[in-house]
């Protein structure tokens, strides 16, 4: 009996031993010298994962990874994942099926056009997919997004477009009262050159007074980045300084020439730029120019402008002669 005993007792305590080794192999520190990113195919079955792993060096034994993942129902995700140096099997297994692929950032800057936007979209090339719809102008909320390798291009400008209609709502049901604008669409065409015409925060509420004050005058706006718009076919930048030929050029967004509001957005605009719109300074002033420090003097009448005007020639002039 007790030789009988024997051999069932050695392979117990082979077991044991080998359950224990796989264990400690599975919690301990693993073989990577430095952090280094593996991207998990989707469709990518356990067995493929572990070659994958092991391939890469993050493991040193890949049937440690696939018993492991086993016995604690571990299931790994799809994605892109920065392993740290001496990952463990097991805490590498639970990046992976907790999904925590790595995060890139897309920043899209206040001010830029669609066009724009779209190039920098097709240029991550962490994103998959073809943009296939254009959206319209002004349509798209600029901020710093939080992407994963292979989200879809159309995917992500539907979620620019989706904040940006949600920016708006809100921010259009909690505007001022007696603003010459009949819409949200108008706020938005209104906010894209307020955007363009100065990235410095504490004018934007002075700038967008300005350009009401014209509105409920009948003024026209005389916007130059709003004839840039026109002359770039929709890229809102030129390679050369504006013209006073090109202020007579007649499109459709040539402030200079048409009546009130432009018919679309000029650029996409940010919240703040959004905001100023609705809540303007309160101020009675109708022109506004750059002061050589890059900020703008705001006047009251034309005298006052065109005082301001000679000012910042004589200091652009000045300068230039330095």
Known sequence: ?????????????????????????????????????????????????????????????????????????????????????????????????????????????????????????RQADYLAGNVTRIPAEGSLLPETWYLSRDDRRDEVIARMAKSMR?????????????LPLKTEEEALVLASIVERETGIAD?????????????????????????????????????????????????????YVIDGLPPSPIANPGKASIEAVLHPAASDALYFVADGTGRHVFARTLDEHNANVAKWRRALNGHREK
């Not at 990577?32 to 493991?59: F, Q």
């Not at 920016?167 to 007696?178: H, I, K, S």
Request: net charge positive; glycine share 10%.
């Open 1 to 121: 009996m007790r030789k009988l005993l024997l051999p069932v007792v050695l392979v117990a305590a082979v077991a044991v031993w080998a359950a224990f080794q796989g264990h400690r192999q599975f919690v301990s520190p693993g073989p990577l010298a430095e952090a280094k990113t593996v991207i998990v195919p989707k469709g990518a079955g356990l067995g493929a994962v572990a070659r994958s792993l092991t391939d890469a060096g993050v493991i040193g034994n890949r049937w440690i990874l696939i018993v492991g993942a086993r016995l604690h129902a571990l299931h790994p995700k799809a994605g892109e994942y920065l392993f740290p140096a001496a990952v463990s099997p097991r805490d590498a297994l639970t990046m992976m099926a907790e999904g925590r692929t790595v995060v890139h950032k897309l920043t899209i800057a206040e001010g830029l056009t669609v066009r724009r936007v779209l190039d920098i979209v």
């Open 166 to 178: 949600q920016t708006l709502d809100a921010l259009w049901a909690g505007r001022a009262e007696g």
């Open 203 to 255: 004018e934007r509420p002075k700038v967008a007074a300005v350009f009401e004050n014209r509105l409920r005058l009948g003024m026209k706006l005389q916007s130059d980045p709003t004839v840039i718009y026109g002359l770039s076919g929709g890229l809102g930048v030129l390679d050369r300084p504006l013209t006073h030929e090109d202020l007579v050029v007649r499109h459709p967004w040539n402030t």
